[in-house]
């Protein structure tokens, strides 16, 4: 006959108890850690405090090719920038999108980039509008000058894509690397 012992069904649902809250805080745990990792990226000097804010810093890479119109490309991913005034008076500046010759020798790919001629580029600054332009357009690559009041932060958001009508198919192994580069002008 079986006899009830209630000291070992306590000690069994004790484990049951343990083990399922094992399952669930541990794989939350390495979920929330995986998101909240590093990915700003300052760059500080006397002028300006500048932060990039994904996980590859200041480069832009565009490798996965599908040409898109400009309403999807202003759709597509970001690269976001903070730029702060260290000063107490108005400080200059200028961002650029050059070629990051670095990484194009790293991977031996000047035969594989992108013309200019079908790269798009848009910048959204705070308290200005969105700009596009063609990347072979840029004079030194420069996007914005602008000037910031005294301890003013401004966000920017740079996207980048290939034009639809570039003729370039999708999926093709061509890609662009680039570089922000957000500078102090000395007037």
Known sequence: MYQYNRKKEIIKNTVYIIFILLLAVIPTYYIYNKFQGVRDISV?????????????????????????????????????????????????????????????????????????????????????GTTIYNLNELENGLLLEDTMEALEKKNISIRVWVKQDSGIPSGTKLHYHGKIKVEEVNK
């Open 44 to 128: 500080n000097s006397t002028l300006l405090d500048v932060t990039y804010h994904e996980d590859t810093g200041d480069r832009i890479t565009l490798n996965k090719v599908t040409p898109v119109t400009d309403s999807v490309g202003l759709s597509s991913k970001a690269y976001t920038v903070t730029i702060k005034n260290n000063l107490t008076e108005k400080v200059s500046y200028k961002v650029s999108l050059t070629d990051d010759l670095e990484k194009i020798e790293e991977d031996l790919c000047k035969d594989n980039l992108i013309s200019k001629e079908v790269i798009r580029v848009s910048i959204k600054a705070s308290k200005l």
